[in-house]
């Protein structure tokens, strides 16, 4: 799984492109060979292991290597036979050994392995050997001197070669070439080098979007390799010319085959006259050399300075483009303005001087300053610039201004960033707050919008914005520590009246910094917020929630401290509802407990446009990849989709839609109204003129308003409105038409104004695929962005659907058919149910559709009963169980039947039974593994038997239900569509 996910990220952010592919040769371990009383110098008195654990650690670098020891040439070439190591470091003293022969019989067997010799001290009685050695199978000779970070730096020296070119090829790495023939000296200099270079590549690292993010681009920090003549340091140049940060160079050393004592002079010289900008440091145990090097215009260094490290790292970040970007006047130096991120960068373009930019642009500051933070894909895209001369200048910048704000827009898409006030702004658009888990609703959202990034579904639709909203997670440590903070870990499990708990939550703190968070939040998105649950069982593989919490949208207008208000309060109502009573209900109907649930929020950006007074999208829906119950000339593999004009509650609580089919749009669609022939009559809308009082009855914010409100608005039906012309009666696309105003959403499921079907086919497909089993999606569909911005589809959440038993013997016969209460061609499930003894059955004789909501009351009543007694039961209704419109059905929420194992929805003569796919309940419904069955006697589709249901024992008798008690059997067959309950 982690080398996929790897694969995701490195084909998505930009940010991460290419350091999961950068330094792939590391040193795990190394083979140290020497005698006991080096062994014990190192192990005991040095603690090298230790030590070099420790520095590791504070430098944040992982895997430090593991030591092996050898005590001589045997046991070190077997250790070699049988171990895997990637380093041999050796003493030089190994009693009558020689260093040379043995590095040779290494080389021999292992021809790739490097090889160090250490010499425990400048003084020791070999060390001529390191002055005179010609042997090609010793890679380096360094000191010992006490000092562990020296193990640091061999390591380090020797993975920057191992890895050097092909992480050049990768990412136009940056290297920093060390010009030295002191081993004494670089023995000291280059664990300085590499810990001022770790922890100035660290610093850099601000915008980076999270901890893996930060540790990635740890691996493109910029390399060091080592020189030690004047025709080394110049063969190293030439070959990596267009990657050099800068050269380090001693004054001193070997030119054309002897000892020059200027060679570094003209080492410079001649590196200068091939690049006059490249910065070149020289160094020497002379101070009178400063004088001739500031002359030369290159930087001095005492060797023997004892602010050596200091001035050193003062340098680096002068010189390497580490630390702030600093704007300055080319004619005087004088610094105008200084920026430390790449976004401080973008923001601070526009108002620099046009010939301080063109300074820094055409001597390529910028690109090297954002390669020393590793962001190698933007420097290359910023290098890649050029101002012809007397070309126009404010142009390019504008240019690299736009280059910027894409590249940091698009590196988060698919990611998730973890939020900093220092980096929020309008280019995140996956962020957490906190370190717990993102809830059900906030995985599925990240995964999916990495996985359709990954498959390049967006890229495939280029004229429309596919995306899911911009969002911020509050993850589930903020709510427990919330619940802690307040004690309100009693009242959680106390048997208290929702309203009772609402109150309590309201009028409880949040914490000082998390209010910080959500004020810079509202700083940066000025549009209508959604706060929606995101529960850590909510959406979950196995056994997903739907609609059991709640969503809270708020206008966001007013002041700053009343949008505060309203924020904080919204996110204390979602927080409140994971112990509301349907919630513990409906727990208590899966295998989990309470206190396995724990709430994250995400707060997004409403997807809409404001329309008058109100902000709406113009097509809400709900899609599934798999149609439990397909037409004629279907498949279930189809898939279905209901879409609704408004916000998608109409679909997710009352399943009031038009339904249509992903795969076959252009075949006629059915709206599932009132009366099931009727269009939608009424929408649902953000009312921005009232702010969020949080009331149990409306929490969520949204009104119900009449289609007349959108018609005064006609921009916002187009394509999604016909109007039916009485004179002639026919349809008319045109949104100007007179007559009356049809949502048939014609515009995109017939002609093809916005690729709505095969969008939400392909997301469809490629969720089902990625997640390994049908899903659930929600969506929504904005078609009035303001030019240039595209019209856009965005999704809200992907689910995946629960499926039933796989039993496949569930056999069912003539016999059983004749015999049945109830017969069922139309059912969900699979399998058998001989437990069950209770059914409970609306009085079919005397339904009155206008007493649906005393019915829900009854049931209600009923279910509790059922509840303290452990029972189970058949449940028996008519019209569409669950739809928050009670002229379609009973409007029950799960709590109130959550003991219903097998549930009936029959039509009556005027009052047809559709199972609508899109609900919350039905999702509910199918994750719990109930049966489900729907019959509509009076056309044909299955039977229900008055006579034999009038003979059985009643027990109970309210106002518009009985309750009968006898043994039961339930058989379904999800093969084949078919089901029975029959009287033992």
């Given at each position: ?8 990220m490195y084909t998505l952010d930009p940010t991460w492109l290419p350091f999961s592919n950068m330094m792939l040769n590391h040193i795990y371990n190394v083979l140290l060979i020497c ?143 060390l010009v030295e023939d002191s081993v004494r000296f670089y023995s000291s200099y280059l664990p300085m080098i590499y810990t001022c270079l770790i922890q100035q590549t660290q610093a ?781």
């Open positions: 799984m982690h080398s996929c996910y790897t694969f995701f005698n006991d009383y080096d062994r014990f110098l190192l192990e005991e008195d040095g603690r090298i292991e230790e030590e070099l654990y420790i520095e590791y650690t504070q430098l944040r670098l992982s895997s430090p290597p593991k030591i092996t020891y050898a005590s001589g040439r045997e046991e070190a070439l077997e250790l070699l036979e049988t171990r895997k190591f990637e380093l041999v470091i050796t003493m030089l003293d190994l009693g009558p050994e020689s260093v040379e022969d043995l590095a040779s019989s290494i080389k021999e067997v292992e021809p790739e392995m490097p090889i160090i010799a250490l010499s425990p001290s400048s003084g020791h009685r070999r060390n001529k050997l390191i002055k005179g050695s010609d042997s090609i199978a010793i890679d380096y000779f360094f000191y010992w001197q006490g000092d562990p970070t020296i193990f640091l730096a061999m390591i380090k020296l020797v993975e920057d070669r191992m890895n050097l070119d092909h992480d050049i090829a990768e990412a136009d790495v940056g290297l920093i070439i850099m690292i601000l915008e980076a979007l999270n901890n893996w993010g930060k540790t990635l681009r740890m691996r493109g920090r910029p390399k060091i390799v080592l020189a030690k003549n004047y025709e080394e340091a110049l063969a190293l140049y030439e070959k990596y010319q267009k990657h050099i940060l800068g050269v380090i160079t001693d004054v001193s050393y070997e030119m054309a085959g002897v000892h020059n004592k200027y060679a570094g002079f003209a080492l410079a010289e001649e590196l200068h006259r091939r690049n006059s900008e490249l910065p070149i440091l020289l160094q020497s145990n002379e101070l009178s050399m400063k004088e001739a090097a500031e002359r030369s215009g290159t930087h001095f260094i005492y060797k023997r300075s004892s602010s050596l490290f200091t001035q050193l790292a003062s340098y680096m970040r002068t010189n390497y483009g580490f630390g702030p970007f600093i704007f300055r006047n080319p004619a005087t130096g004088a610094e105008i303005a200084r920026v430390e991120t790449m976004r401080a960068l973008q923001h601070i373009l526009p108002d620099i001087d046009l010939t301080s930019f063109e300074y820094h642009f055409r001597n390529e500051h910028f690109s090297r300053w954002l390669k020393a933070q590793s962001l190698y894909t933007i420097a290359a895209k910023i290098k890649a610039l050029k101002i012809p001369e007397g070309g126009d200048v404010a142009r390019i910048r504008d240019e690299m201004i736009e280059t910027i704000r894409s590249y940091r827009a698009e590196r988060t898409k698919g990611v998730i960033a973890q939020f900093s006030p220092s980096n929020y702004d309008e280019t995140l658009f996956f962020s957490r707050i906190g370190t717990g888990s993102l809830g059900g609703k906030g995985r599925g959202l990240a995964f999916i919008d990495m996985v359709l990034r990954q498959a390049g579904i967006p890229a495939k639709y280029p004229d429309i914005y596919l995306s899911i909203p911009r969002s911020v997670v509050i993850a589930t440590d903020q709510f427990e520590s919330f619940i802690e903070a307040n004690d309100l870990k009693d009242i959680t499990t106390a048997d208290l009246p929702d309203d009772t708990l609402l109150s309590i939550f309201l009028s409880k703190p949040l914490a000082e910094d998390l209010i910080e968070n959500l004020k810079h939040i509202l700083s940066v998105i000025k549009q209508p917020i959604c706060i929606r649950s995101s529960s850590l069982l909510e959406d979950s593989h196995y056994q997903p929630f739907a609609g059991v919490y709640e969503t809270v949208m708020i206008p966001n207008r007013g002041s700053e401290e009343a949008r505060l208000e309203e924020l904080s309060n919204a996110v204390k109502s979602v927080w409140a509802s994971t112990y509301f009573r349907r919630a513990k209900e409906y727990v208590k109907a899966t295998d989990y407990l309470l206190g396995d649930e724990k709430m994250a929020i995400i707060i997004q950006q409403v997807i809409g446009s404001q329309h008058g007074s109100y902000w709406y999208p113009n097509i809400g829906g709900v899609a599934r990849s798999i149609n439990y119950y397909p037409p004629s000339g279907e498949k279930p593999e189809d898939g279905v989709g209901l879409l609704s004009f408004g916000f998608g509650k109409a679909v997710v609580e009352s399943g009031s839609a038009l339904r249509f089919s992903p795969t076959h749009p252009k075949r006629p669609s059915q709206f599932l109204g009132g009366n099931q022939s009727s269009s939608q009559e009424q929408f649902y809308a953000l009312d921005l003129r009232e702010g969020f009082i949080p009331r149990l009855d409306r929490l969520d914010n949204l009104k119900l308003v009449d289609l007349g409100e959108a018609e005064a608005n006609p921009e916002s039906l187009r394509y999604v409105a016909s109007t039916f012309d009485f004179a002639n009666g026919t349809f008319n696309e045109a949104i100007n038409a007179v007559g009356k105003k049809i949502i048939t959403f014609n515009g995109v499921l017939k002609y093809d104004a916005f690729p709505l079907a095969p969008v939400v086919r392909d997301v469809l497909r490629v969720g089902s695929e990625a997640m390994g089993r049908p899903v659930e999606i929600e969506f929504a569909v904005n078609l009035n962005r303001k030019a240039p911005k595209k019209p856009e589809f965005s999704l809200l959440q992907i689910r995946p659907i629960a499926q039933g038993s796989e039993e496949s013997d569930v056999s069912i016969d003539d016999d059983d058919r004749r015999a049945a209460l109830v017969h069922s061609t139309t059912v969900l499930g699979n399998g058998t149910l001989d437990s069950i003894e209770d059914l409970i059955c609306v009085k079919l004789d005397a339904f009155d559709p206008s007493k649906m909501v005393e019915m829900a009351n009854e049931l209600d009543e009923l279910n509790v009963r059922m509840v303290l007694s452990e029972r189970d039961y058949v449940l028996v209704v008519a019209g569409r169980l669950g739809s928050s419109d009670p002229w379609l059905g009973i409007p029950v929420s799960w709590s109130q039947i959550s003991r219903s194992k097998v549930i009936v929805e029959t039509g009556l003569k005027d009052l047809r039974a559709e199972p609508s796919q899109g609900t919350h309940f039905f999702q509910n419904l199918t994750s719990l593994g109930s049966f489900y069955l729907t019959i509509n006697p009076e056309f044909g589709q299955g039977t229900l038997d008055k006579k034999r249901l009038k003979e059985l024992p009643i027990i109970e008798e309210t106002k518009h239900f009985i309750h009968a008690r006898t043994p039961l059997l339930v058989k379904v067959n999800g093969f084949t569509g078919e089901g029975v309950i029959l009287r033992c």
